[in-house]
């Protein structure tokens, strides 16, 4: 008799409102994505609502309550205003009827859901976000939903932790009903595979200060350095946040690295050029110890043609007193550019040095001490 009905429409009332009770709903965390800013969530959602047509005298038939096949009597139907996809399916075939008209039934809901996640203090992010669960509604008519309690299960998905599930309205509105999840992320994984290589990679440069200018292994150690946080780069770029209205200051982190390491490479570079010629000319090459004493020979040879046979043993040994003499001034000549430019060195050192203490300081106050505000009800807007 009940089937036979066909009460495929929603239950009318006077007042063109119609109640649907939520006595519970259990939640929980699928996944989030923070490179696309979306996060996927599962929800039981019990429904339980009265149709008159579906009441029956329980004097004539003897029964509280009938099972009745879920495709031939309406139900309601969610919708996700937020949602990107959402996938609603009956967790039975069958609901439950009790004669005063009661319908019991439950959905188990599937939603991807787009937030603009607040990945400002990645990897020590934690924001909330909203999944706007309603039914059709307009102009004061048609269904408003009565919500009990919200429960959590399963709170820890990947680096992504469900802190709180609420329910709130907006501007007390019975139409624009929404949960407020507060998602909190592990940053254990993410700080150990993109924050503290960069920070050893940075101190390691620090450390190739140690090493002397000169002939020494410097700018190859540099330049292995600079190529390898550029790989790394690339190779955990997929892991890194999307951008969205507040971009993870962990970009600026890795921005910052690239350019004080090349900075760092360029100074030892050109300090280098200054220990060994004491100009940064290109042109202007030292001689070397075979040019000084080529020069000595040619100066000397043509006064030797002037000069007398016999006082050829006279000018050999001045011969290597000159050039033993500009050997000395070249040597003592170098000692000092290389003097210089260790000086120069050990200032700039210290400002390297004093930058990157102050940037520790800069970038842990932004982390933990300066925040970026989203709405995230602005799909309402």
């Known amino acids: 008799m009940l089937i036979a009905k066909e009460a495929r429409s929603p239950p009318q009332s006077p007042r063109c409102i ?27 959602v019990p429904l339980s609502w009265e149709d008159p047509d579906l009441s029956w ?20 139907e969610l919708h996700v205003t937020n949602g990107v996809q959402t996938t609603i399916k009956h967790s039975n075939k069958d609901l439950l009827v009790h004669s005063n008209g009661t319908i019991e039934h439950m959905v188990i809901m599937n939603t991807v859901v787009g937030c603009e996640v607040n990945l400002y203090n990645y990897p020590f992010a934690s924001d909330f976000c909203a999944i706007a669960l ?33 329910l709130n309205a907006k501007g007390g509105r019975d139409d624009r009903n929404y949960l ?3 998602l909190k992320m592990r940053s254990e994984n993410p700080f150990l595979s993109l924050v503290l290589p960069s920070i050893l990679i940075i101190l ?26 550029i790989m790394f780069l690339n190779i955990l ?12 200051i962990i970009r600026k982190h890795f921005c910052f690295c690239l350019v004080i390491l090349v900075l760092s490479t360029l100074q030892s570079m050109v300090l280098t050029r200054l220990a060994k010629c004491g100009t940064l000319w290109p042109c202007s090459l030292s001689k070397s ?20 046979s016999e006082e050829e043993k006279n000018t050999a040994l001045q011969k290597v007193v000159k050039f033993l003499n500009k050997m000395a001034a ?12 260790n000086k120069v060195d050990l200032i700039c050192f210290c400002i390297y040095l004093t930058v990157l203490i102050v940037y520790s300081f800069i970038i842990l106050f932004f982390s933990f001490g300066s925040q970026c505000e989203i709405n995230h009800l602005e799909f309402w807007h």
């Open 18 to 44: 119609s109640i649907i009770s939520v006595p519970s709903i259990v939640y929980e965390t699928l996944s989030v994505d923070t490179k696309n800013l979306r996060f996927e969530s599962r929800l039981e």
């Open 330 to 341: 070249q040597d003592q000549k170098n000692a000092i550019h290389h003097r210089f430019a």
């Open 237 to 248: 770029k997929d892991l890194l946040p999307g951008g969205g209205q507040c971009s993870p």
């Open 57 to 76: 005298n329980t004097s004539v038939y003897h029964h509280d309550m009938v099972v009745l096949p879920v495709s031939k009597i309406w139900t309601p």
């Open 180 to 182: 407020w999840v507060l």
């Open 204 to 229: 390691a440069d620090v450390g190739s200060f140690a090493l002397p200018l000169g002939e020494s292994k410097r700018i190859p150690f540099k330049v292995k350095l600079v190529l390898s946080f």
């Open 134 to 166: 309603n039914v059709w509604a307009i102009s004061g008519c048609g269904m408003f939903l009565d919500f009990g309690n919200v429960s959590t299960t399963s709170a820890n998905r990947g680096d992504w932790l469900t802190e709180e599930v609420e």
């Open 289 to 308: 110890k075979d040019s000084l004493l080529k020069d000595t020979d040619n100066e000397e040879e043509s006064k030797s043609d002037i000069k007398a």
